[in-house]
């Protein structure tokens, strides 16, 4: 029977997931931020009459530049670029689709209202936007110590 490895490979394999943690941690800081953005802007679109659905994706497209700009600054700390704001633009894209999917769902079939469906919406798209976030538009590039 194999004992435990007490390799340094071994030791690194069970610490791998701090850095990850960390990055989850001020992830839900900016993602915060850029949360209260898009509640904000979306409180203001229905009070001024705008419907669910547009009111849902202009408020989200708002807080999706202010999430790029404080993810690439402080989760991920790498300089911003083109190709990372449209990497990040497409991601945002595809939790657009579901914010606003989500937030006409919650708010048409439940008696949950609309503001309180967009929180459900935004809480159920933060995992989903971490994960492409740290696979695809932040991933580790060869050499890069300070990203996962």
Same mark, same amino acid.
């Given at each position: 029977m194999a004992g435990p490895d007490r390799t340094v490979a071994g030791r690194r394999r069970v610490t791998d997931w701090r850095p990850l943690a960390g990055k989850a941690a001020r992830y839900l800081v900016t993602g915060g931020t850029a949360a209260l953005v898009d509640i904000g802007c979306f409180t203001l679109a229905l009070e001024a009459g705008i419907a669910?659905? *547009?009111a849902a994706t202009l408020s989200f497209m %708002?807080? @999706? +530049? +202010?999430?790029?700009?404080l993810s690439a600054r402080f989760v991920f700390r790498q300089k911003r670029s083109l190709r990372g704001y449209l990497l990040f633009v497409a991601v945002a894209t595809l939790g657009l689709i579901?914010? +606003? $999917?989500? $937030? @006409?769902?919650? @708010?048409?079939? $439940? *008696? %949950? *209202? *609309?503001v309180l469906a967009k929180v459900i919406a935004i809480a159920i798209g933060f995992v989903f936007n971490f994960t492409l976030n %740290?696979? %695809?538009v932040f991933r580790a590039r060869d050499g890069d110590a300070a990203s996962i």
């Open positions: 669910i659905v *547009p %708002v807080g @999706a +530049v +202010v999430n790029y700009w579901l914010n +606003v $999917t989500l $937030t @006409a769902l919650i @708010a048409a079939h $439940t *008696p %949950v *209202p *609309p %740290v696979l %695809v």
